[in-house]
């Protein structure tokens, strides 16, 4: 490559080098994983050419100009790599921040699934004086129970009513709740 060539493109790579990185530092906490990925490739693509680029500025340089050239690689070998940190860092932290979500969310979806002792179903003999009692109880622990069927609800009212309470219905799927 010749030597106008490789400084025309060094200008390039810097250029994108710097753009990306401005860019970087300005979307930086709003860049969800998937693009702080992307965003990594981009800069590692760039590192390889300013590798690339360099090599090739070492063979074509006379003794005074590789000096100078040595220390602007190393500078922008260090703003890759700080870019390449905080892109490393801001993964880890959302990382973090998800296992901590995902903690909470666990915590809060085992603490509606506790086990509660058996509950006994109230029974009522027919008498009205016990049927408001009776009533909010049983509508408490079945009727409002959505995970039980029109014929689990009637089941359980039936075994609840004392013998001549519940003598004159049957149970069936096509009971009405």
């Known amino acids: ?12 790579i810097i250029y994108s080098l710097t ?3 401005n860019k970087t530092l300005q979307d930086i906490n709003e860049l969800d994983s998937t ?11 760039i590192g390889e050419e300013l590798k690339t680029l360099f090599d090739n500025l070492f063979s074509l340089a006379n003794d005074d100009e590789i000096e100078g050239y040595i220390l ?11 870019m390449l940190i905080l892109l ?19 915590r809060n979806s085992d603490s509606t699934e506790i086990k509660l002792p058996t509950l006994s179903l109230p029974t009522f003999s027919g008498v009205i004086d016990e049927w408001l009692t009776f009533s909010d109880l049983f509508q408490a622990a079945v009727t ?13 009212l039936k075994g609840v009513l004392k013998r001549r309470c519940s003598e004159d219905s049957s149970i069936t799927s096509n009971n009405r709740w």
Do not use: P
């Open 1 to 12: 490559m010749k030597s106008k060539a490789c400084l025309n493109q060094k200008k390039a």
């Open 19 to 21: 753009r990306l990185k």
């Open 35 to 45: 693009e702080l990925k992307i965003r990594k490739n981009r800069f590692d693509v």
């Open 72 to 82: 602007e690689k190393q500078e922008l070998l260090d703003t890759w790599e700080e």
């Open 88 to 106: 490393e860092r801001r993964v880890s932290h959302l990382n973090k921040t998800n296992k901590s979500t995902e903690v909470i969310h666990t």
């Open 144 to 156: 409002n129970n959505q995970n039980l069927t029109g014929a689990q609800k009637l089941q359980y």
